[in-house]
């Protein structure tokens, strides 16, 4: 056998993948990842402490589950909780499979996690103001009769909401479970769909906390009716949700009001930087309703490069959208030395 | 639509499955998970504290694959980590497929997520000496072309190892992934297979830090030819450690010697549990290379029962082994506590 060769022994459907690259790069200023600027807990971090370590983590995670739901008004057997959602999307396709149907340019992970799964999936374009194109999709919702549609509003990268209406017709339409992927929704003047869930038993919704502060955890949910919520759980490891994380997680959604204000701070800040953008020459802001912007320019990749040689990271999103560029709203002095660094790369002042 | 009866959205391998129901039920001694009874780092958990958790944790957990890299004298890229090896025997099946052989009884997620991956799974009896049998193993083998073969020594839930050269076999005659599942061989006096793995490249070995005083953090990792787990690493999700248990796990395996005065101390007690047990009358003790002891007894759930009345959780087995009860060994203290709760319990001293 040639050593280092094992494709031989994995799935077909597995054998030309890449595994996903998170890319890494050492920089002064991160705006890439859609984190949050602002770090919490740095005092209480150390009541984590007092935690066991030698003992499995509650794998009901019923603290946090009870917490979220008096939280969202909704009851804990409606909550999943997921090493990140990402995980979350894992199980849903391995519970309900494929097809899976998604539009694009959204998050990569639909996709990818389809893939792995042997799952077929099909994207369909957005409309030209990057919201769902009703007809297109609701024909595809028709043609492919899809177990899964994921719909992530504000949508990434794209960083709009979907209309509400539009968003309503694939779920009353659909046979399957059509899941709104909010990840975003804490930073979006829109209510989201968690208190329609009721109203559409097969909504489902994604939440996280990665954006709002807490990344570093991996905890996101799901959101559902609990008949919904029992089916995803037959498929999740017990013991998916470590104890750290946990217990790091519930201190920090006590502190609701550091939440908000963080939260509070980043939108009023996209404002600005919004305007800023806007009003630079070659420059093209998209308007966004999460804790990034995505903005198109003439030479997106020479500009990436520009700004990382200024020791800030954004995400280069071209492979996705023709010459764009996302970047997550930092602090003010973050997002100041962002936008005087991208003056200098494009060497041109209104 | 019935609301809350949602399996006619679930994929028909799935909708017959429970949830793993992982047991709580309070208790002062708790001897029912194969965790380590003993708690580490209560002191330095406080470095926690310096993580910024408002940041994705590293995807590659660098320092965590080198610092066990260097202690097992392999390759960083030799190295898998997943969200318990749980997770890892997750990717395995959805990376290389099924058909998947294992003994039975072993490890239940084995089968467990066979079954919620739409994978076949065949288990074959282990023979009276809960050995592996080389023949019918090897007919399975023959006839079944296994993708995947999962060989958990020390076994859960008998305690013993394999015989070395019964495994080999095995993964000689294997055309798949033959997994060497070693969560407990910190406990064993064999040395296990990390040492053979560059001369069987179909062989790939599980480690977990749960057993030795971890579980909480849900850290395991996968050993192998760099060619293998590049093909396993295709559906690793980026971020599927955390950033507060890689941390944890990274302090806890630099203090190597905490870690094996603690494994000591529970291989020392084992031996005294066991004799304790075997001197008592209607107690029949299995030998145990791990740490926990498998012992069989009349009327195994009731004394489930009566264990669980004096404020002691043991593992009833009776599902896999008739009348069997598996008790993971505690400190002295506890071990001590349980030994006369089950000399009360039988009513009888020798």
Known sequence: MNK??????????????QPYQAKEMPCKVKLDANESPYRP?????????????????DPGAKELRKTIARDLKIAPDEILMG?????LIYYLIIAF???????????????I???????????IPLDKDFDIDTGKMLAAVKKHKPKLVFLSSPNNPTGNCFSSDRILKIVEQAKGIVVVDEAYQPFSSDKGFVPLLKDYPNMAV??????????ALRVGFLLGDKGLVREVNKVRLPFNLNALSQAAALEGLRDRRAIQSHVKAIASERGRMFRELDAMPGINPYPSEANFILFSTDNA???YLKLIRSGILVRDMSGAI???LRVTIGTPEQNNFFIEALKKATGRKK
Chains 1, 2 share one sequence.
């Open 83 to 87: 090493n990140g959602s990402d995980e």
């Open 41 to 57: 807990l740095e005092e209480t971090m150390d009541k984590l402490s007092g935690i066991p370590l030698n003992r499995y983590p």
């Open 113 to 123: 996690i389809s893939r792995a799964l042997g799952e077929e999936h099909i994207g």
């Open 301 to 303: 990749h020479a500009l």
């Open 322 to 324: 023709r010459n764009a």
């Open 97 to 111: 499979g494929g097809p899976v149907l998604f539009p694009v340019p959204t998050f990569s992970m639909y996709g």
């Open 206 to 215: 994604l939440r996280t906390l990665s954006k709002i502060g807490f990344a």
């Open 4 to 17: 280092g060769d094992y494709s031989k022994y994995t799935k077909r459907s597995i054998r030309s993948l």
